[in-house]
């Protein structure tokens, strides 16, 4: 079993910066791949970045260039630095991670077996 626990959400004007990170348990993390999804009120959860244990990165289309998925396997941490920051990136973001060596698609919460309990972001215009 692994516990995900999240810290970094606030309120933050348009245009500025929040970092997440989401501490895991376990000795395995090294071998999970990691993945943030956020959920909006009144909207399904979304996929935002997620990072491999292969060391592969993926982004949602929107947060390109704006976001930075970062993991430090030493301290069982993976970070979401989110710049440039968006009303519409508004939402309880939620860390995931997958189990050992898991093969799927990385974008897909099907593939992450384990969930935080999220941290809300607002960000304000």
């Known amino acids: 079993q692994v516990q995900l626990v999240e810290s970094g959400g606030g309120l933050v004007q348009a245009g500025g910066s929040l970092r997440l990170s989401c501490e895991a348990s376990?000795?395995?993390?090294?071998?999970?791949?990691m993945g943030w999804f956020r959920q909006a009120p009144g909207k399904e959860r979304e996929f935002v970045a997620s990072?491999?244990?292969?060391?592969?990165?993926l982004y949602e289309e929107s947060v390109k260039g704006r976001f930075t998925i970062s993991r430090n396997n030493a301290r069982n941490t993976v970070y979401l630095q989110m710049n440039s920051l968006k009303p519409e990136d508004t939402a309880v973001y939620y860390c995931?991670?997958?189990?050992?060596?898991?093969?799927?698609?990385?974008?897909?919460?099907?593939?992450?077996?384990?969930w935080g309990q999220g941290t809300q972001v607002t960000v304000s215009s």
């Open positions: 995931s991670a997958s189990k050992p060596n898991a093969f799927g698609l990385i974008t897909q919460s099907r593939t992450y077996d384990y």
């Open positions: 990072r491999s244990w292969t060391g592969s990165t």
């Open positions: 376990g000795r395995t993390f090294s071998s999970r791949s």
